[in-house]
Structure formats: C-alpha cells, structure tokens
C-alpha cells in the first residue's frame, strides 16, 4: 500500500531564510509525487508534480521539490521564504488513470517569523 | 480559484442524523474524488466516481455513499452521523485521461457533529 512521511509536524524559519520540508513516501512503482499548500480554513492548492522525467520540479510560489528514488524522498525547498508562505504543507502520492486515489502525508504546519 | 465549488461551506449536525454534501466540478473534468480531513490530519481518501460510478474507494464504512451525476458533479451522502464525522470534507475533481493526475480542490464543507 502506498504511504507518505512527513517527519517535521512543525518548522519555524525567518523570513528571508530558506527552507527544505521532507517528505519520504512508500510506493510499489513509480510514484507520481505532489506537494499541497494549505492555508487555514482552506483547500488544498497544488505547488507542484513529479510524473517521470527531469528529478527536478518547479513550481509556483518559487518552489522546487527533488524526487529521490534511492532515498524514496521528494523534499520540497525554497531558497528565500516570505510571511505569505506560512501554511500547511501536504505532500502525496498517486498514481495514474481514472482510479487516481491519492494518499497524503500527516502535513508539516510552517511559521515564519520576521 | 479552482473552479471547484462545495456546498454547504459549514454544517451543523447532530449525532445520528444524516447529511448530504455537494460539489461541482471543474468544466471539462469526468471524475471526482471525496476525502475527509480531520483536524490536524492530512486529508483521507474516501471515494471517487468516473463518469457516474464508483470507481475506488478507501477505508470508509458503507454509510459513506455518493453519487456522479451526468454533468459530474457529484453528492457525497452520510447517514448515523457519528461525532468523529466531524471534519472537512474536500472534493477533488480532475480529468481521467492517460498520464494526466492533477486533481484540483475545492474549499470544502466543514461538519460538525455534535
């Protein structure tokens, strides 16, 4: 069965500072790989997806994840945070075609101080 | 904004009572996708529909049912409410077709089981 790690429950970092969220997932193929933001009260906004390809993703917000197949890991970075990215971080795996069941992570909740 | 709507956005019930949940999906998008995040949890994949039927399902008791309808939009119905009912319901829908998995998000319906 698939399943997503998320090891930090929560990380506090300055504004300006970067920022790296784990994620470890447990897949039987090749996973496709997401990260979710979350603002309080809210629903989920994707930041960015891996399928195949380039190990490397952007996304919006400035983000950037790394998919690790040795290390099962796709861990979401941003080299300079601002107050506005304070959220809820998912990250998820699925897999492809009409059955598209997704498992999320337990979220990292990141605050960002001035 | 993802084009996904939800209705209610916040219920009251009480325990034992039963509630229907809507969502309208994104134009153009054949399957739709249910999941119920506690608090503090990340989001838990209840069911989804593929043009009308139920096309996966996770590890939720029977009196979580729904319904597709022709223009996919989509009901998710749950009868004996039960205080641990109580969460956000998010509905996802997305376009089933081959290597294309982003699902997008609608704001949610928060229930409240008292």
């Known amino acids: 069965a698939q399943s997503v790690t998320q090891p930090d429950i929560h990380i506090t970092v300055s504004e300006g500072a970067s920022l790296e969220l784990r994620c470890n997932y447990s897949y039987g193929a090749t996973p496709y790989l997401f990260w979710y933001v979350q603002s309080p009260g809210q629903g989920l906004q994707l930041l960015l997806k891996?399928?195949?390809?380039?190990?490397l993703v952007q996304g919006i917000k400035g983000f950037e994840a790394e998919f690790k197949r040795s290390q099962s890991s796709f861990n979401l970075r941003k080299p300079s945070v601002h107050w506005s990215d304070a959220a809820e971080y998912f990250c998820?795996?699925?897999?492809?075609?009409?059955?598209?069941?997704?498992?999320f992570g337990t979220g990292t909740k990141l605050q960002v101080i001035p | 904004e993802t084009g996904v709507t939800q209705s209610p956005t916040h219920l009251i019930k009480t325990r034992g009572q039963q509630v229907t949940l809507r969502c309208s999906s994104q134009?153009?998008?054949?399957?739709v996708s249910w999941y119920q995040q506690a608090l503090g949890q990340g989001p838990q994949f209840i069911f989804q529909y593929y043009r009308e039927e139920e096309n996966g399902r996770g590890n939720f008791p029977p009196r979580f049912s729904g319904l597709q309808f022709p223009n996919y939009s989509s009901e998710l119905n749950v009868n004996a409410l039960e205080l641990d009912d109580s969460a956000l319901y998010l509905c996802a829908s997305s376009l089933a077709v081959q290597g294309n998995t982003e699902a997008f998000f609608g704001q949610g319906t928060r229930l409240t089981v008292v």
């Open positions: 134009s153009g998008h054949n399957t």
């Open positions: 891996y399928f195949s390809g380039d190990t």
């Open positions: 998820a795996v699925g897999r492809e075609g009409g059955y598209q069941k997704v498992t």
